[in-house]
């Protein structure tokens, strides 16, 4: 079964411009969840999609925004790039749903998308 | 306000030398404690997720435990290849996972 697909790896982009990350998740997964890595503030959840709705953001100003398409394939979008948001993108997916499995809420990480803003 | 705090932030350990990683936490309502390891450059990758207080799970050197305020990942006998990051994290609602800034592992031959 193939894992949690981002694409670009890597980008380079400068101050002012800017960037779409595309997320594909594990087929049959419906939540994607975005999160923003840097040395400085670790792991930071950004927000997370469920069915092409949002259900939950993190505290990240409006230049971050997203979106989920039917086939749960993701999306993020940031708008007029800083220096600061230079840091490894992440990706996750997950089951989620009702019922009693837990598992639904083991979330599996792409390999992220790498962005550095000059 | 949802915390995770682990220790230490570093360790490095001879191969075969056993020892634990602690992560505590302050949540308003735990949905499952999760770790995961991370490579350089890769993404994390999943290892265990824990409910309940006394829950307990094992693979291969490793073996995480949760009690309402803590959770450790014993790895017991470790080699080189154990070397990374590993991250814990805990959720609360909607899949938002609250990370640790993690514990980075060297393990020397």
């Known amino acids: 079964k193939a894992g949690v697909t981002q694409t670009p790896r890597y980008l380079i982009k400068t101050r002012g411009q800017q960037v779409t990350l595309s997320c594909s998740p594990i087929s049959g997964h419906r939540s994607v969840s975005w999160y923003q890595q840097t040395p400085g503030q670790g792991l930071q959840f950004l927000f997370e999609?469920?069915?092409?709705?949002?259900?939950n953001k993190g505290n990240f100003p409006g230049r971050f925004s997203g979106r989920q398409f039917s086939n749960s394939r993701s999306e993020m979008n940031v708008s007029t790039l800083e220096l600061g948001d230079s840091a490894l993108y992440l990706c996750?997916?997950?089951?989620f749903g009702s019922g009693a499995n837990r598992a639904y809420n083991e979330q599996f990480f792409g390999p992220g998308t790498r962005l550095t803003v000059l | 306000e949802d915390q995770v705090t682990q220790s230490p932030e570093a360790l490095r350990l001879q191969e075969g030398e056993s020892s634990s990683l602690n992560c505590s936490y302050t949540?308003?309502?735990?949905?499952?404690l999760f770790w995961y390891r991370q490579d350089p450059g890769k993404g994390p990758e999943f290892l265990f997720t824990l409910y309940s207080a006394g829950e307990e799970k094992e693979k291969e050197r490793l073996k995480a435990t949760l009690t309402k305020k803590e959770s450790f990942l014993h790895i017991t006998a470790p080699k080189p290849e154990d070397s990374a990051t590993y991250l814990c994290?805990?959720?609360?609602?909607?899949?938002?996972?609250?990370f640790g800034t993690g514990t980075r592992l060297l393990v020397s031959p």
């Open positions: 949540v308003s309502g735990l949905r499952g």
């Open positions: 999609y469920f069915s092409e709705t949002q259900r």
């Open positions: 994290a805990v959720s609360t609602g909607f899949q938002k996972l609250v």
């Open positions: 996750a997916s997950s089951l």
